[in-house]
């Protein structure tokens, strides 16, 4: 896998349509009309499309020690697209802070960046790994040189050669293809910055990445629960219509979905992982979902029709006793609702509700085993 494959991924999960409905928090706002606001949004979008093709492009020219390191299948490999392709993290990271710190000129769609604001730090914790002000002088060269080949202006600095920022009071950002570019940077920068849910902020870089505008409804951070069509974009059309066929399945009846990185749905009226009915796992290796386990207890349950591989999920770590929840190892006793008992093959087994396993959807048959199983836990 290498950054053509990457980009294209990364190129399929940005969202591509802003509801009609939606609107935009009066701090976000910028005095702004909301057909500015779309057209804003629209422009950010179509240059997220430009960048993908052009670091897909220049591939042989871009990440050439640390690409080949990056092995997604393997579990250790999965968080490390950061150290492996670090071009597209630098990037963003210049895009989040001009647009962060950048003073927004709506009537003459520009922004203005002075130096002092740009130096500061955003996130303490993300600036020990990816940062503005750590980048090298030839670093910060190169990537700004990417960023005017894709048609940016940056009127006050040359970078033509290496640039002090701490000697230059200010410079405006302009795009002369589309003058709304400048709007739309400015918001989702501010869309990254207000999730209410990292720990680091470069956690979140993929509302930047994917133009996700939704937390711009509200004016402070909150959670956001991902649209899972969307989340399913970068799938593959089979996949992607079992994702949307089963989501609309459990909306229907009465489930509740909540998540972001991790999409659950649960049983109505039962908050915790007891009414846990479906986890889904999405990202560029492919789809993978945990059924719930509650039904198990009951005689009539999936287990007959299980073939050995997924059987041995669940039996591979389902003990004599639970063992595997939490609360457990602190009391004698499990939370509520757990464990859950059942037989294979004439043999028991005792399995924690909240211990997980994964099932790849890339399997017709699993796919079709999956939409059965969650059949049985909502009965």
Not at 175 to 187: C, I, Q, R, S, T
Not at 213 to 222: C, D, G, I, R, V
Not at 233 to 239: D, F, L, M, Y
Not at 274 to 283: A, E, F, N, P, R
Request: proline share 3%; aromatic share 12%.
């Amino acid at each position: 896998m290498d950054l053509t494959d990457l980009c294209n991924y990364m190129k399929a999960m940005v969202i591509s349509h802003m509801p009609d409905d939606f609107k935009v928090a009066e701090k976000f706002r910028h005095d702004l009309t909301d057909d500015e606001i779309r057209k804003g949004i629209d422009a950010f979008r179509e240059f997220l499309y430009a960048f993908y093709d052009k670091l897909s492009a220049d591939k042989d020219k871009i990440d050439v020690y640390t690409r080949d390191n990056f092995n997604p299948y393997d579990k250790r490999d999965k968080a490390n697209a950061r150290v492996c392709f670090p071009t597209i993290f630098d990037l963003t990271v210049i895009l989040f802070s001009l647009g962060f710190h950048g003073r927004l000129e709506p009537k003459e769609k520009r922004l203005t960046v002075y130096t002092e604001d740009l130096l500061r730090v955003i996130c303490e914790k993300t600036e020990k790994y990816v940062s503005l002000i750590k980048m090298s002088g030839e670093r910060k060269l190169e990537m700004f040189r990417i960023l005017m080949d894709l048609g940016l202006t940056f009127n006050g600095v040359d970078f033509s050669e290496e640039v002090d920022f701490s000697k230059v009071e200010k410079f405006d950002v302009t795009f002369a293809e589309n003058y709304f570019f400048v709007v739309g940077l400015k918001l989702i920068a501010e869309a990254t910055a207000n999730h209410r849910d990292y720990y680091y902020i470069m956690n979140v870089f993929r509302v930047l990445l994917e133009c996700d505008f939704h937390s711009l409804a509200n004016a402070a951070p909150k959670k956001h629960f991902r649209n899972v069509n969307e989340a399913a974009n970068a799938q593959v059309p089979e996949i992607k219509k079992w994702i949307a066929e089963t989501d609309a399945f459990l909306l229907n009846n009465g489930c509740k979905v909540s998540g972001s990185w991790e999409i659950t749905y649960t049983k109505p009226k039962i908050k915790n992982r007891k009414g846990m009915v479906l986890k889904i796992w999405m990202d560029i290796t492919g789809c993978f979902v945990c059924p719930g386990i509650g039904h198990l207890n009951n005689p009539n349950n999936i287990i007959s029709m299980l073939p050995d591989d997924i059987a041995d999920l669940l039996t591979a770590k389902a003990e004599r006793e639970c063992g595997w929840c939490a609360y457990s190892r602190k009391n004698s006793q499990c939370k509520p609702g757990c464990p859950i008992k059942f037989k294979h093959k004439g043999k028991e087994y005792v399995k924690c509700r909240y211990s997980e396993f994964s099932i790849d959807l890339s399997d017709a048959n699993n796919r079709e085993l999956v939409s059965k199983w969650i059949e049985m836990e909502l009965v």
